[in-house]
């Protein structure tokens, strides 16, 4: 399920950045690239193709941000089974913390100078 996910989020995300970049902008936009603004006015007319294209990038848009919500709620990396843990995490979960310890010193005196 969570790839399905991750590959539609992916699908939806692509599909976002190319209908964006056919928006006209004041320099054409990379619909000139593509026969000009003409060409893709023909097949919608001018007016119809912005809201198309506006309309399509809201709806992509809300739809790439209410996936990226389920994937987060429902597939944390921190809410893991206990199949799914490593074996560091299970040592950490049964090991007892100890108290830490200061370093041995050396038990013989220096030799004091001028004796």
């Known amino acids: ?13 692509i599909l976002l950045i190319v209908i964006v970049l056919l928006q006209s902008s004041k320099g054409g936009g990379l619909a000139g690239t593509f026969g000009g603004a003409a060409n893709m006015g ?4 001018s007016r119809r193709t ?10 992509l848009a809300g739809a790439l941000a209410v996936l990226a919500v389920v ?6 990396p ?10 560091i995490q299970e040592s ?3 090991s007892v913390p100890t108290t830490p310890t200061l370093p041995q010193q ?9 004796k």
């Open 42 to 45: 023909a097949l919608f007319g």
């Open 92 to 94: 950490g979960r049964t």
């Open 50 to 59: 912005a809201d198309f294209l506006s309309k399509s990038t809201w709806w």
């Open 71 to 76: 994937i987060n709620l429902f597939f944390l």
């Open 106 to 114: 050396n038990q013989t005196q220096p030799p004091v100078p001028g």
């Open 1 to 13: 399920m969570y790839t399905f996910l991750v590959l539609i989020t992916t699908i939806i995300a």
């Open 78 to 87: 921190g809410q893991t089974t206990a199949e799914q843990r490593s074996i």
